[in-house]
């Protein structure tokens, strides 16, 4: 009889149900059924993560104007902080990718899965492109207008140009024929890799942003509105890379010209 220990590793490795677990149904060990219940989870939750896989493709190939066509997913991060740029991404994903299985909007991720998501995207995808927006333009445009020249960059820097594009929310000033689709992040395989690449890609360059003023904790907060975030920004200023326009940095600056 095999010990708990060589079960629970033979389980931990196993990704479908063999005949030799059978015999496991009937094991009395409390650690064997402990294990082989979290294995069980694991194949359902695998079979889940398939499905919705299945789901996503199904969806970003609705889109298709022809049967190879390409679909271009586009997305941002960064709309909503008061410092640093907001990050666009377009990709346009081979026709089917099983190594992909799993991705969904970047906010559902952990920032470990998305770093190893960001990876796995880069090598598959058929092409993509990153734009980073700065500060300074978007205090010159807005942010939503700054997000859609971000966009639009991003678009016209890919080598492959796309026949249709699936937006998150967003309509981008481009002469392709293109669908915005609410809480695409969540519903489309295309614009799900571009919410990783570029959350992965702004929070590289928070981290780097943070060794050169590590005063305003950008690694911790990436640029967002926490309190210990406005408490740097009253004790030492905002920096080149906060976003003037934005509440409370504006009025706090009113304050300071009217003094």
Same mark, same amino acid.
């Given at each position: 009889? %095999?010990?708990?220990?060589e079960?629970? #590793?033979?389980?931990?490795?196993?990704?479908?149900y063999?005949?030799?677990?059978?015999? $496991?149904?009937?094991?009395?060990?409390? @650690?064997?059924?402990?294990?082989?219940?979290?294995?069980?989870?694991?194949?359902?939750?695998?079979?889940?993560?398939?499905?919705?896989?299945?789901?996503?493709q199904?969806?970003?190939?609705?889109?298709?104007?022809?049967? /190879?066509?390409?679909?271009? !997913?586009?997305?941002?991060? !960064?709309?909503?902080p008061?410092?640093?740029p907001?990050?666009? &991404?377009?990709?346009?994903?081979? %026709?089917? &990718?099983? #190594?992909?299985?799993?991705?969904? /909007?970047? +906010?559902? $991720?952990? +920032?470990?899965?998305?770093?190893e998501?960001?990876?796995?995207i880069?090598?598959?995808?058929?092409?993509?492109?990153?734009?980073?927006?700065? =500060?300074?333009?978007?205090? #010159?445009?807005?942010?939503?207008?700054?997000?859609?020249?971000?966009?639009?960059? &991003?678009?016209?820097?890919?080598?492959i140009?796309?026949?249709? &594009?699936?937006? /998150?929310?967003?309509?981008?000033?481009?002469?392709?024929?293109?669908?915005?689709?609410?809480? @695409? /992040?969540?519903?489309?395989?295309?614009? !799900?890799?571009?919410?990783?690449?570029?959350?992965?890609?702004?929070? $590289?360059?928070?981290? %780097?942003?943070? +060794?050169?003023?590590?005063?305003?904790?950008?690694?911790?907060?990436? @640029?967002? @509105?926490? %309190?210990?975030?406005?408490? =740097?920004?009253?004790?030492? !200023?905002?920096?080149?890379?906060?976003?003037?326009?934005? #509440?409370?940095? +504006?009025?706090?600056?009113?304050?300071?010209v009217m003094?």
């Open positions: 009889m %095999k010990t708990i220990k079960i629970t #590793e033979a389980l931990k490795s196993a990704n479908t063999e005949p030799w677990m059978k015999e $496991l149904e009937n094991d009395e060990r409390a @650690g064997v059924q402990k294990a082989f219940l979290q294995f069980k989870k694991r194949l359902q939750n695998q079979e889940k993560m398939l499905e919705q896989f299945r789901q996503k199904a969806f970003d190939a609705s889109f298709l104007p022809f049967e /190879d066509a390409y679909l271009a !997913g586009i997305d941002e991060a !960064g709309r909503g008061l410092a640093g907001v990050v666009t &991404c377009a990709v346009i994903l081979p %026709k089917d &990718c099983p #190594e992909l299985v799993g991705v969904n /909007d970047s +906010k559902q $991720l952990s +920032k470990k899965k998305r770093a998501f960001a990876e796995l880069k090598k598959h995808a058929l092409d993509y492109s990153i734009h980073f927006q700065s =500060a300074e333009i978007i205090d #010159e445009m807005n942010i939503l207008e700054a997000t859609k020249q971000s966009m639009k960059m &991003c678009v016209e820097r890919l080598k140009r796309p026949d249709f &594009c699936i937006v /998150d929310a967003v309509t981008v000033p481009i002469d392709i024929p293109q669908k915005n689709i609410i809480k @695409g /992040d969540a519903k489309s395989l295309a614009i !799900g890799a571009a919410s990783i690449l570029a959350k992965h890609e702004r929070d $590289l360059y928070m981290e %780097k942003l943070h +060794k050169e003023y590590p005063q305003y904790g950008f690694d911790q907060h990436a @640029g967002y @509105g926490t %309190k210990q975030h406005l408490e =740097a920004i009253e004790q030492f !200023g905002p920096t080149i890379h906060h976003r003037k326009s934005f #509440e409370p940095i +504006k009025t706090m600056l009113e304050k300071k003094i």
